[in-house]
């Protein structure tokens, strides 16, 4: 079987009487320089345990089996699954779940997530992981390019999102991967990204640390004394010697602070 071939890609799919779907966000990577760049990124040991979301036809999954002590595949599309449990029959480290990997309850401790996961969930994925009580060692992801260069980003380009990850882990993009490398192409190119949660965790409230952030993006373009005053309800003059006292210029935009000053700006609020 060779699950790079899209003439074999589609044979495979009519015998199971179905086809990708664009509601799912199913684009099965055809390259192999592209899927190695995944598997050495997330540096994959003979005792390690994997979450994959999204495993499609299992192009990634069986490349785990060969290296990883036990893979968990999360799949939603009924389809797939069975392809999966064909394709997969004599891998016996592997574990198939039909489920959605949204609502997957990670009870594991110690363990990674590698995934080319459909770009509608990245975000949400993301976030669920990176708020564990256990997060992953690492995680290694395929997502839409422009999605993470907005997580990479660093001032004066960042974000909600930027923060949000930033927050929790470091955040790096491994190679950008064409859309030609995918069947069915997608509509825009990727980037297969690494992000690795800092080893300890924030001494803030988080709730209180995006309730800080996200005043501070409720206008984007719009400086920082006039978002913070009107979302967090204080005066201008308060507002001012906060930032002041921060060493943040009153007059700056939300998109040139890092993390940190967020995280001052939360710790003296």
Known sequence: MNLFSV????AILEKYNTHPSKTMGQNFLIDKTALHKVIEAADIRGNDTVVEIGPGMGTLTLE???KAKKVIAIEKDRAMVEML????????????????????????????????????????????????????????LMVQK??????TASPPHMSILAAS?????????ISYVSKGCFWPAPNVDSAIIKIV????????PTDDFFIVVKA????????LINNLSVSLKKNKKEVQA????????????????????????????
């Open 85 to 140: 449990q064909e394709t997969l029959k004599t891998h016996t480290t592997v574990k198939i779940i039909q489920g959605d990997g949204l609502r997957y309850e990670c009870n594991l401790k110690k363990y990674k997530v590698v995934a080319n996961i459909p770009y509608y969930i990245t975000s949400p994925i993301i976030r669920k992981f990176l708020e564990a009580k256990y997060p992953p060692e690492t995680m290694v």
């Open 7 to 10: 003439t074999e890609i589609k």
């Open 242 to 269: 906060w930032l002041s006292k921060n060493n943040i210029n009153p007059l700056q935009r939300a998109e040139t602070l890092n993390v940190q000053d967020w995280i001052n700006l939360t710790k003296s609020l």
């Open 64 to 66: 785990l089996a060969k």
């Open 197 to 204: 949660p800092h080893q300890d965790k924030p001494t803030i």
């Open 216 to 223: 501070g993006f409720s206008h984007p373009r719009k400086q």
């Open 146 to 151: 422009e999605v993470a260069q907005r997580i």
């Open 165 to 173: 990850v930033q927050f929790y882990a470091k955040a790096q993009i």
